[in-house]
């Protein structure tokens, strides 16, 4: 009987246990563009500076899994980051991928209706370097951007 019980248990922990990441828990392209769209919103509302110190706020309101915005000054460097301040601070000019795609002079070519910027950059989620695409939005002086990566 004792026997059986732990069978029993063992099976329902093995059902129950977490599956693999599916595509389900990844961002998607409408899902990144309403963040941007959010962040800018929130801009306008508060202002730049508690704007991006509430994107700076590790799982705030501007991540969700592997979506995260990110804002480009005027001065062309990063000025907020959701998931990596060590990037804060960083020229944007001349950024290119792994593979050598120069995809940070595509984003400082933000239009205000905005685009889509594809290139590689490591997954926060996953640690891997992975095909992403930002939509990237220029309003005033800032770019915002928030990508998804691609399955």
């Given at each position: 009987?004792?026997?059986?019980?732990?069978?029993?248990?063992?099976?329902?922990?093995?059902?129950?246990?977490?599956?693999?990441?599916?595509?389900?828990?990844?961002?998607?392209?409408?899902?990144?563009?309403?963040?941007?769209?959010?962040?800018?919103?929130?801009?306008?509302?508060?202002?730049?500076e508690q704007t991006f110190a509430e994107i700076d706020t590790p799982g705030g309101s501007f991540v969700?899994?592997?979506l995260y915005?990110?804002?480009?000054?005027?001065?062309?460097?990063?000025?907020?980051?959701?998931?990596?301040?060590?990037?804060?601070g960083d020229l944007m000019v001349?950024?290119?991928?792994?593979?050598?795609?120069?995809?940070?002079d595509e984003i400082l070519a933000a239009t205000p209706e905005g685009f889509w910027?594809?290139?590689?950059?490591k997954n926060y989620v996953t640690g891997k370097n992975e095909q992403k695409s930002s939509f990237v939005r220029k309003v005033g002086d800032y770019i915002f951007g928030c990508g998804y990566y691609k399955p």
């Open positions: 009987m004792i026997q059986r019980i732990g069978i029993t248990l063992l099976l329902g922990l093995l059902f129950f246990a977490p599956l693999p990441a599916s595509a389900a828990e990844r961002g998607t392209a409408e899902e990144a563009q309403a963040l941007v769209e959010k962040a800018i919103a929130r801009y306008k509302e508060v202002g730049a969700d899994r592997d915005v990110f804002v480009v000054g005027p001065d062309k460097r990063t000025v907020a980051h959701g998931v990596d301040q060590t990037l804060i001349g950024s290119k991928d792994y593979r050598g795609k120069p995809f940070g910027v594809d290139y590689h950059f």
